[in-house]
């Protein structure tokens, strides 16, 4: 079974700067999909950014950007320009390309400081 | 333009009463995932729905849960005999199909707490 670890249960940063956030998973295939979410204080899970484990290059939206390391099974979130609006939970998640369901590591909590 | 609608947005009810948790996807989504969310915690995969197939059951926890849909639209998350360790957020998901990059759009929970 696939496990998603994100090693890094609170993390601050401070407006305007640039914070990385953690997160590896254990997995015997060799294609499957990564997402990054973030859940504010609402509840509701929002989609930051996706890669598909078959392109080599790094996904990226905005302000928010992966480096995905399919070697060494990590695939850690970059948030530049940090807003205030960004404090929230991050969680990492997996899908299988042959299962229905998302693996999501235990999250991140990251704080901005104006 | 709605997103995926959940009620009620929290309830709480007394150990051993049944309760019932539904969630309306986006309209055009063939695909309904359920979820549960304990206290500082990720989230746990529980069933999935996909068109008219045959769920996905894989996560349920025990026989005391269980889920529909009805015609393909909404969803029912049907909880019985209320334990303490069920208190959680149940977050129900959708997407437009079964293919696994697309994104699932979640909905903003219900809060269940068992007294």
């Known amino acids: 079974a696939q496990t998603v670890t994100q090693s890094q249960p609170e993390m601050s940063v401070q407006e305007a700067e640039t914070v990385t956030l953690s997160c590896t998973y254990d997995t015997s295939e060799s294609d499957y999909y990564l997402f990054w979410y973030k859940q504010p204080p609402s509840r509701q899970m929002i989609l930051v950014i996706r890669?598909?484990?078959?392109?080599?290059q790094n996904a990226t939206e905005n302000r928010f950007s992966v480096n995905f390391q399919k070697a060494a099974k990590s695939f850690s979130l970059k948030i530049s320009d940090s807003q205030l609006g960004d404090a929230a939970m991050y969680f990492c998640a997996y899908r299988s390309v042959y299962g229905n369901k998302l693996v999501f590591g235990a999250g991140t909590i990251l704080r901005v400081k104006s | 333009g709605a997103g995926v609608s959940q009620s009620p947005s929290n309830k709480v009810t007394e150990k051993g009463k049944d309760v019932e948790l539904r969630c309306d996807p986006i309209?055009?989504?063939?695909?309904l995932y359920w979820y549960r969310q304990s206290l500082g915690q990720g989230l746990e995969f529980l069933i999935y729905?996909?068109?008219?197939?045959?769920?996905?059951k894989s996560g349920l926890p025990s026989d005391r849960f269980s889920a529909e849909r009805t015609g393909g639209s909404v969803s029912t998350l049907t909880i019985q005999r209320t334990q303490q360790e069920d208190s959680a957020v149940y977050l129900c998901?959708?997407?437009?199909?079964?293919?696994?990059?697309?994104?699932?759009?979640f909905g903003d929970g219900t809060r269940l707490s068992i007294l």
């Open positions: 890669q598909e484990a078959y392109k080599q």
């Open positions: 729905f996909q068109g008219n197939s045959a769920p996905d």
């Open positions: 309209s055009g989504h063939t695909a």
């Open positions: 998901a959708s997407s437009t199909g079964a293919a696994q990059y697309q994104p699932q759009h």
